[in-house]
């Protein structure tokens, strides 16, 4: 179809402002105990009701980018969601759209993401998305295959070949990505 006829089949402002406010409580759920979502600074899964400042007494701190779009923190916040461990997430800038926040170099001096400190950010920083997940394994079991397994073994390498194209092709100059304009 062309554009014009595109164009009208959108709907119109006004349409689009009904329709907000017909589902303005679904925009609203609890991001702290409620489904998974990319906005979450906190997230308890309903562990810790009732306690007083619940968030000073979560022990896993996930630094991460803030788009979502990091198949490296992804996985660690997929594995974090899965078991339902309470964690607080500090986001921070992928090197492709700028740079790092200075209290995240300070912290991360090569600036990797995701990272994770154990005990409420006291520990040391844990980067490399494989390390993150055995040490997590380590403190709070596997899922239902261990990092270790052969099958997940060979799961990971290809993984990582997977992984490491789309970065390269996410953060290299439009000029050298194949089939961009």
């Not at 164009?7 to 609203?28: Q, R, T, Y």
């Not at 007083?52 to 969601?81: F, I, M, T």
């Not at 090197?95 to 990272?115: N, T």
């Amino acid at each position: 179809p062309s554009r014009r006829a595109t164009a009208a089949l959108a709907p119109s402002w006004d349409d689009l402002k009904s329709l907000a406010e017909k589902n303005k409580g679904m925009l609203s759920w609890d991001r702290v105990n409620g489904p998974t979502n990319a906005q979450a600074t906190l997230r308890l899964f309903g562990k810790m009701k009732g306690e007083a400042d619940p968030e000073k007494k979560v022990g896993v701190v996930l630094y991460r980018d803030k788009h979502s779009w990091c198949p490296y923190c992804q996985k660690v916040w997929l594995w974090l969601e899965e078991k339902q461990i309470p964690y607080r997430v500090e986001k921070v800038t992928m090197f492709c759209y700028g740079e790092k926040e200075r209290w995240y170099k300070q912290k991360v001096p090569s600036g990797m993401l995701p990272a994770l400190q154990l005990d409420g950010g006291g520990s040391r920083v844990i980067t490399e998305s494989d390390v993150i997940l055995e040490s997590l394994e380590k403190r709070f079991g596997p899922l239902r295959f261990g990092m270790r397994e052969p099958k997940v073994v060979a799961c990971r390498r290809l993984e990582r070949l997977l992984f490491r194209a789309w970065c390269a092709w996410l953060c290299s100059p439009a000029a050298v990505r194949p089939g961009v304009d």
